[in-house]
C-alpha cells in the first residue's frame, strides 16, 4: 500500500468548494508525483465516471474513482475537507475524500488491494481514525494498515476492525468470491441468499456493497454467499450454493454476468448504492419474496439500470419505454433505409407497383425498387408489435414478450399505431407482474414463465386493448398524425427548436432519446410532418461533435492534448449522427459545452423546419443525404449549428482562460503546501 498513497498524497486541509476543485486539487498532487501523465485527460475520465454515478457515500465518504490510459501506476489519493464537499450522497457534504486512479490495464494484485480499502470504508473505527489523524504521515500509514487507530477511535465491541486488508474469500481466500455466515432462523435452518455485487469501474462500490451485504447478513442470522464482479476478476459462486439459496440479490450497475444461473429464485434487483446503502433492508426484502412464494426468470432487460427501487414512476417508466425503443430502432433503421432507396431509385409512385411475388423483371430498375420497398414495408409492419413486446419486455422479463406482441398487433389491426403500442406494452407488462406477485404452489413454477404468464398475460392485454381503451387511443393517434401532417410555418420553426435543444442536452441520454423516439414514431405513419420532424431531429443531433471537432480545430490552444485528438474523431462521429461523440467535452467542461451545444441544435432544428427538409431514414448522417428532401438547405442548416456551437464554445473557453490567467497567486495563497516537485502549471 506504501506505493499506492505516500505523505506527498495527503492533503489534510483540503479547501476545494466542489467536487470538481477537489478531484483537481488532488489529482495534480498525483501529477507531481509522475502518476498521472495528463491532468485535464485524467480529470474528463474522472467526471465520466462521475456523470454514471455520485460516488458519495453516506456517512459522510466520496470515493471518486475512474480507470484512466493516463494513469502511470494505481494510485490513491486522500483528502479532509472540514467544510465538506458535495459528491452526491443522500445524507450530506462528504468530508473524507479518496481518489482512485487505476491505470487502463492495472495488474490484479493492485485491484485486490484497492478493493480492500473500499471494503475497510465501510468500517466505522477505520472511519473514525481518518477523522482523528494528525498528519498526511499518519493517515497514510492508517491506510497502509502500519499503525493502530488512536485511542478515541478504538474499535467497538458490535463492529472490531479486521486485520489490514483482510481477504475474505471461500476457502482457499480468492478474490471475487465472499462469504458471510450468521447463525439461524427462528425456525432451526439457516436462510440463504447469494449476491452479486458490480458497478462500472469495479473498483470501490462493488466492494462496499458486498462488504455491507455481509455485516447485515452476520446480524441478521443469514447465510450468506456474495459474487463481486470486479475488475480484478471475479469467482463465481458455485452451482450448489446457487442451488441451494432461498433468494437473491443483485446490487448492481453493469449487466450481471450469466445472470441466467440465477433463473427461478426469487430475486432483489437494484443498484450498488443500495446495497451499501440499506443491506438489511434488502435481505429483508428477498426473505419476504422467498416466503411469498415469488418466482424471477432473471433474464436481462435490453435497457438493464440497475436503479434504486425507490426511484419514482417516471423514472421506472423511462426505462421501459427506452427498452422497447432500444429494439424498435433497428426495425426502424432496416425499414426506412429501404423504402428511401426504392424512393430514390424508382420515383414516389414505386408505392402503386404490384407484388414482387407476382410480377418482377431482372433487368428492370423498377422491379428492384419495387423489391426494395416492399421489403422495407414488411420492416415497417413489425415497428409496432416490437415496440409493445419490449416494453414488456423491459417490465417482467421474458413472460412478457408473448402479451407485448399481441397487443402490438392488436394496436396495429384498430389503427392505434405508435402510441397504442406504448400503451399495449405497458399494459402487458403490468399484467404480468400483478399475476406474478400472486403466491402458487411450488409444483406450478415450473410452467409458470412459458405456459401461464404469457397466456393470462395475452387474454388481458387484447381485451382490454380491443374493448376498452383502444378506440380512443386510434381516435388520439389520427389526431397527432393529422397535426404532423399540417405543421408549417411559425409552430414547425417552433418544433424544431425544442426537439434541437432535447437532442443536444444530454447527448444521447434519456431527453435525447425522447425527442428520438417522438422522430421515429412518427416514422410508422409517415406524412409530409412526421419526415419533416425526424430530418429536424437528426440535423440537430450531429451538431454538437461537429462543433466541437470544428472548434478544437479553430481554436486548439484552448482544448487539451486528449481533446484535441477526440476532435479528429468527432468530425467522423458527428457527420454519423452519433451525438456522443460530444460527451468526453460535455463531461470535462459541461457548463460551457452543454449550453453551446443547445443553441447550435436549437438553430439547426429551427432552420431545417424552416426550410422544409424531410427524411424517411432514421439515421446515418451525411450518408444518408441523397435521401434528404432539400438537401443542400439542409446542410446549409447543420453547417449553420456547427458554426454556432463552435463559436460561443470557444468564446465561452476564451473567457475562462482569461480568469485562469489571473488567478493563479490567489490560488497558491489558498492551497495547501507541496513540496517543490508537486508545483504544476496548468496548460492553456
Known amino acids: 500500500m506504501q506505493s499506492l498513497l505516500r505523505a506527498e498524497l495527503v492533503d489534510l486541509d ?11 486539487a488532488l489529482a495534480e498532487r498525483m ?19 462521475e456523470a454514471q454515478m455520485p460516488t458519495g457515500l453516506e456517512g459522510g465518504i466520496g470515493i471518486p474513482h475512474c480507470r484512466s490510459a493516463h494513469v502511470s501506476a494505481p494510485t490513491l489519493a486522500f483528502g479532509r475537507a472540514p467544510s465538506g464537499i458535495d459528491f452526491g450522497a443522500p445524507d450530506g457534504p462528504a468530508d473524507l475524500i479518496f481518489l482512485i486512479a487505476a491505470p487502463a490495464g492495472a495488474d490484479d494484485a493492485h485491484l485486490s488491494i484497492l478493493s480492500s480499502l473500499a471494503r475497510r470504508l465501510m468500517r466505522s473505527d477505520f472511519v473514525a481514525a481518518l477523522r482523528a489523524a494528525t498528519t498526511p504521515a499518519e493517515a497514510a500509514a492508517l491506510v497502509a494498515g502500519e499503525e493502530s487507530a488512536p485511542p478515541n477511535a478504538a474499535p467497538s465491541a458490535t463492529n472490531p476492525a479486521p486485520p489490514a486488508f483482510e481477504e475474505r474469500g471461500s476457502g482457499g481466500g480468492a478474490p471475487g468470491f465472499e462469504k458471510g455466515r450468521g447463525g439461524e432462523s427462528p425456525a432451526g435452518q439457516p436462510f440463504r441468499i447469494v449476491a452479486v455485487t458490480s458497478c462500472p469501474t469495479g473498483i470501490a462500490h462493488t466492494y462496499m456493497a458486498a462488504e455491507s451485504l455481509q455485516q447485515a447478513a452476520a446480524e441478521a442470522g443469514i447465510d450468506l454467499q456474495v459474487e463481486t464482479q470486479g475488475s480484478a476478476g471475479f469467482t463465481k459462486l458455485t452451482p450448489e450454493a446457487i442451488a441451494a ?6 446490487a448492481h450497475d453493469v449487466p450481471v454476468r450469466e445472470r441466467a444461473r440465477f433463473a427461478g429464485k426469487p430475486t432483489v434487483d437494484v443498484g450498488v448504492k443500495a446495497g451499501i446503502n440499506r443491506p438489511a433492508e434488502l435481505l429483508q426484502e428477498a426473505r419476504a419474496k422467498a416466503e411469498r412464494g415469488e418466482i424471477s426468470t432473471t433474464t436481462p432487460s435490453p435497457v438493464e439500470e440497475a436503479g434504486e427501487e425507490q ?3 417516471g423514472a421506472k417508466l423511462r426505462t421501459w419505454l427506452m427498452s422497447g425503443v432500444s429494439y424498435m430502432v433497428p426495425f426502424v433503421a432496416a425499414g426506412g433505409l429501404l423504402i428511401a432507396l426504392a424512393f430514390a431509385i424508382g420515383g414516389y409512385e414505386i408505392n402503386t407497383a404490384p407484388s414482387v411475388a407476382d410480377h418482377f423483371v ?16 414488411l420492416a415497417f409492419g413489425f415497428l409496432v408489435p416490437v415496440l409493445a413486446g419490449y416494453i414488456a419486455y423491459g417490465m417482467a422479463d421474458r413472460p412478457g414478450l408473448v402479451p407485448g406482441f399481441v397487443g402490438g398487433a392488436v394496436a396495429l389491426t384498430i389503427d392505434a399505431g405508435f402510441l397504442g403500442g406504448l400503451i399495449a406494452g405497458l399494459i402487458a407488462g403490468g399484467t404480468v407482474l400483478a399475476v406474478q406477485k400472486v403466491k402458487i404452489p411450488t409444483a406450478l413454477r415450473g410452467i409458470m414463465p412459458v405456459v401461464v404468464l404469457p397466456l393470462i398475460g395475452s387474454a388481458v392485454t387484447a381485451f382490454l386493448m380491443f374493448l376498452v381503451v383502444g ?23 417552433i418544433l424544431g427548436v425544442i426537439l434541437g435543444l432535447m437532442m443536444c442536452f444530454d447527448l444521447g441520454g434519456p431527453l435525447n432519446k425522447v425527442a428520438y423516439a417522438f422522430a421515429i414514431g412518427g416514422l410508422a405513419t409517415p406524412n409530409e410532418g412526421s419526415l419533416k420532424v425526424m430530418a429536424a431531429v437528426m440535423a440537430a443531433g450531429m451538431v454538437p461533435p461537429l462543433a466541437m471537432a470544428l472548434a478544437t480545430t479553430v481554436r486548439g490552444r484552448l482544448f487539451s492534448k486528449t481533446e484535441r485528438e477526440n476532435g479528429k474523431a468527432a468530425w467522423f462521429l458527428g457527420a454519423s449522427f452519433i451525438s456522443e461523440g460530444a460527451i468526453p467535452f460535455a463531461a470535462a467542461d459541461p457548463l460551457r459545452v452543454i449550453p453551446a451545444s443547445m443553441v447550435g441544435g436549437a438553430v439547426t432544428g429551427a432552420l431545417s423546419m424552416a426550410f422544409e427538409c424531410t427524411l424517411r431514414a432514421p439515421h446515418g448522417g451525411i450518408f444518408v443525404i441523397p435521401l434528404i428532401g432539400n438537401p443542400l438547405l439542409y446542410l446549409i442548416a447543420i ?3 456547427t458554426a454556432t456551437s463552435a463559436g460561443l464554445v470557444i468564446l465561452l473557453k476564451g473567457m475562462r482562460k482569461e480568469e485562469e490567467s489571473v488567478r493563479p497567486q490567489d490560488e497558491a495563497a489558498d492551497a495547501a503546501p507541496l513540496p517543490e516537485a508537486a508545483k504544476v502549471t496548468i496548460a492553456t
Open 14 to 24: 483540503l479547501s476545494a468548494e466542489s467536487k470538481e476543485e477537489a478531484v483537481r
Open 31 to 49: 501529477v507531481a508525483l509522475g502518476r498521472v501523465t495528463d491532468l485535464d485527460g485524467f480529470l474528463a475520465d474522472v467526471a465520466a465516471r
Open 245 to 250: 439459496a432461498d433468494a437473491a440479490v443483485f
Open 311 to 313: 426511484d419514482g414512476y
Open 362 to 377: 431482372w433487368t428492370e430498375a423498377v422491379s428492384w425498387a419495387a423489391l426494395l420497398f416492399q421489403t422495407g414495408g
Open 471 to 493: 378506440k380512443p387511443v386510434a381516435s388520439l393517434q389520427q389526431a397527432l398524425t393529422d397535426w404532423l401532417s399540417g405543421l408549417s410555418g411559425a409552430n414547425a420553426i
Open 639 to 641: 453547417a449553420a449549428g
